[in-house]
């Protein structure tokens, strides 16, 4: 062959050398938001019928919104010597905004402060961390304030009786 041929004869023209056809000019979701986690301190309140001390307990929670696939995975503060069940309430999966329809919440559903209702649970969203308040200002999004976590009287109540 003589040199500076073309070594190319299917007729279809060569794309040019600076050009890389490994990386997407857009994007997919997965790949754009790997590893990019919003976080959501929430609480809900579960009655207490059985006792005459307290009428309710309030139980501490962590929401976690995966932005590559849309999921959201909940997970119940762990506390010493509660005698309840604590650790994953949640497992990782997309949560319909109602029981009745197919549509799952998205992270611009989310604000702070809200309720979410979550399988009949109402979950209070009081608070988020940094990186979520970041990621909602860079879309365009208001988050919101934050407001504090009620107080558990009886959690109170035990804590000074116990203390020594």
Not at 33 to 59: A, C, G, M, W
Request: proline fraction near 6%; hydrophobic fraction near 35%; glycine fraction near 6%.
């Amino acid at each position: 062959m003589r040199q500076g041929a073309s070594t190319n004869f299917s007729g279809v023209p060569m794309r040019p050398k600076h050009e890389n056809d490994a990386i997407p000019k857009i994007a997919p979701k997965w790949l754009k938001y790997d590893r990019q986690v919003l976080r959501f301190d929430t609480y809900f309140q579960e009655p207490v019928v059985e006792s005459k001390d307290e009428n309710f307990r309030i139980h501490k929670c962590t929401m976690l919104y995966y932005l590559e696939d849309d999921t959201i995975h909940i997970l119940e503060d762990r506390q010493e010597n509660a005698g309840l069940p604590q650790g994953v309430f949640l497992k990782r999966h997309k949560v319909p905004i109602d029981g009745k329809t197919a549509a799952a919440v998205h992270w611009s559903d989310l604000t702070v402060p809200m309720d979410l209702n979550v399988y009949g649970r109402v979950f209070r969203v009081y608070n988020c961390d940094a990186f979520t308040r970041t990621f909602y200002a860079g879309e365009g999004h208001s988050i919101g304030d934050a407001e504090p976590l009620p107080e558990d009287l009886y959690k109170n109540a035990r804590a000074m009786i116990n203390f020594k």
